[in-house]
């Protein structure tokens, strides 16, 4: 049968990036280091000894990169700013050439028709501020909402849509609980008090944008649907509290105002009882709400797994991406209708969706053939049109990611991109999958048909 793939009129396509992935010269034109900066320079932290010192070289390059992006046809770009070229201590001094680079950005997207969608936080916290306690020091709120309207102020009019935070769960998780991520803490104590000061600080640069902003602003989860690996109570109660800890513990204070009664369980004694004068302002209003989707994970009850007494299993007979995530294209479609039941029918953009495959190396002109990346984009859009079918208020998608860039603690090892970058030249070649990607976006889905 066949089936057609038409998404609703005006769906925005677009792609995706961050400042520490892809801009490089991280300390260029007085720009403060950030928690990435440090942590990339530590022997033993990174892949390869991979850093974000020179990455796509995208701090001088943006300009033949916003080119690549109209090649593609997009109708929107989402990158994040580094709060340390903007305010190089975290607070206080602003530094008006790390802003006027995010300007020269925002007008060279403007003027190719491509829409900037800007996120404040992509987990390059000021070094300045970790020093002081970082995200476990409750003053944060009001540094970030201090650096977030300094950006406000400069670029609201030209730049519509706004995230506070993008993914605060891999802040907390690869950064204060499991140390494989800046700050690299590995404390249970830790943890939960940099996720409730996540959200605390996206509240207060929420609240700062509607005393100067005149457009949208939201923020940005990622949410890996849960699955329990069998129908015993111990593996439903692992998968419930995997899914308290990955996905409820941040979009329930920013939308409920509360936390899950699992995240007690899991923490114990390790989780503080939070003033309840907090969820004011972790529960803000938003326009929309970003969401990340990679994979899924099936869930199994393991006393020994730290600290959720729960492991992830893997399956058989499916395709794994090169960093090991589940391709599992049903998640997507379930993650909206979870998302909808639960917090109401909140308008949704897709800020990321993309997999990390091997790509052979390509000769000069020709485009890199990266089938497994486009099977992978195929099937995702078609479940994403079947969230929508299913009546979810889904506004717009943005591939992760526009090119190849540092994919954090990993290094360059693993790409992601819709073009495939060179790191020794800096030379840009479209995948495949870029041309199949700009195919969907001018016939807006047709060519998903069966
Ligand atoms: C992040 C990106 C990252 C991607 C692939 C997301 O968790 O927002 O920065 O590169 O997933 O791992």
Not at 257 to 271: D, V
Not at 344 to 358: K, M, Q, R, W
Not at 380 to 391: D, F, N, T, V
Request: aromatic content about 14%; glycine content about 8%; some cysteine.
């Amino acid at each position: 049968m066949t089936q057609s793939y038409r998404f609703p009129p005006g769906f925005h396509w677009g792609a995706a990036t961050s400042a520490y992935q892809i801009e490089g010269s991280p300390l260029a034109d007085g720009a403060g280091p950030s928690i990435w900066e440090r942590f990339a320079h530590t022997p033993g932290m990174m892949a390869n000894g991979d850093t974000g010192d020179i990455a796509c070289d995208h701090y001088h390059r943006y300009k033949d990169d916003v080119q690549l992006m109209r090649a593609l046809g997009l109708q929107g770009y989402r990158f994040s700013i580094a709060w340390s070229r903007v305010l190089p201590e975290g607070a206080g001094r602003i530094n008006q050439k790390g802003v006027d680079f995010y300007s020269r950005l925002v007008d060279e997207l403007l003027e190719n028709g491509i829409e900037p969608n800007a996120t404040l936080f992509h987990w390059d916290l000021p070094a300045a501020l970790d020093d002081r306690g970082g995200w476990l020091n409750r003053d944060i709120a009001h540094w970030f909402a201090e650096y977030a309207n300094v950006m406000y102020k400069a670029l609201d009019g030209r730049v519509k849509r706004w995230s506070t935070l993008n993914e605060p769960w891999v802040v907390t998780d690869g950064g204060y609980l499991h140390g494989a991520l800046a700050p690299g803490h590995r404390s249970k104590y830790e943890a939960p008090i940099a996720a409730h000061n996540l959200m605390r600080a996206s509240g207060a640069g929420i609240q700062a944008y509607r005393a100067v902003g005149k457009h949208e602003i939201g923020v940005v989860f990622n949410i890996e649907p849960k699955y329990p690996a069998s129908n015993s109570q111990e593996d439903i109660a692992a998968t419930r509290r995997a899914h308290a800890y990955m996905n409820e513990q941040f979009a329930d204070p920013a939308l409920l105002g509360s936390y899950p009664p699992e995240l007690k369980e899991i923490f114990g004694p390790a989780w503080p009882d939070f003033p309840e004068d907090d969820f004011k302002l972790t529960q803000q209003k938003v326009d929309f709400v970003g969401l990340n989707y990679y994979t899924r994970a099936v869930v199994k009850h393991d006393p020994n797994a730290y600290p959720l007494k729960a492991v992830p299993v893997k399956q058989p007979n499916t395709t794994y991406t090169e960093t090991g995530w589940e391709v599992y294209e049903q998640g997507f479609t379930d993650m909206f209708t979870w998302f909808k039941q639960r917090y109401g029918d909140i308008p949704l953009y897709v800020t990321e969706n993309g997999s990390a495959f091997y790509d052979a190396p390509v000769a000069e002109g020709d485009v890199v053939q990266d089938p497994l990346r486009t099977s992978y984009l195929r099937k995702h859009l078609k479940a994403m049109h079947h969230a929508i079918e299913q009546g979810v208020n889904l506004k717009g998608y943005y591939a992760w990611s526009l090119m190849d860039n540092l994919e954090w603690s990993l290094g360059f090892a693993k790409r992601f991109g819709l073009y495939h970058v060179d790191f020794a030249t800096q030379k840009r070649t479209p995948k495949a999958t870029a041309k199949f990607y700009a195919q969907v976006i001018e016939t807006n889905g047709a060519v998903l048909d069966d």
